[in-house]
């Protein structure tokens, strides 16, 4: 009897550590984002406004770092919940990205990716977590 307890226990206790040592980033990748050529043409109006990162790196990390992770690979805590990998803010892919569309992205939304407009409502704040989200490609 004390033999089938230890096996289910180590069993199950193997099958957990599979399941929290998944990486976020073996998930699958969603679809490419139909971005509105309204947000493919807008500029940052505060590119390159180093003040604003540190204010950026505030509100990332109370609205984003939970799923991106601290350095935005992410591998936040969170991430391990989603069907699709939440997106590598330090591969060159992202950096390239137009930052009218890290802005659609970032705020907008969709699937798994929520709006984030009335929980972020202030148009400057918005901007200093784009810079910040910049700053994870340097």
């Not at 493919?40 to 609205?63: A, C, F, T, W």
Request: some cysteine.
């Amino acid at each position: 009897m004390k033999k089938n307890m230890l096996s289910v226990l180590l069993v199950s206790f193997a099958a957990i550590m599979l399941m929290a040592f998944t990486a976020p980033q073996d998930k699958k990748k969603g679809e490419p984002w139909d971005i509105p050529e309204k947000y493919q043409k807008m500029e940052n109006p505060h590119k390159g406004d180093k003040g604003m990162v540190r204010i950026g790196k505030m509100l990332y990390s109370k609205h984003c770092k939970s799923c991106h992770g601290n350095r935005g690979q992410g591998d936040g805590p969170r991430a391990r919940q989603l069907e699709t990998f939440p997106g590598d803010f330090t591969s060159e892919e992202f950096q390239e990205r137009k930052a009218g569309v890290l802005y659609y992205q970032s705020f907008i939304g969709r699937d798994e990716m929520p709006n984030f407009e009335k929980e972020i409502p202030v148009e400057e704040d918005r901007w200093a977590i784009i810079n910040y989200l910049r700053t994870f490609g340097e």
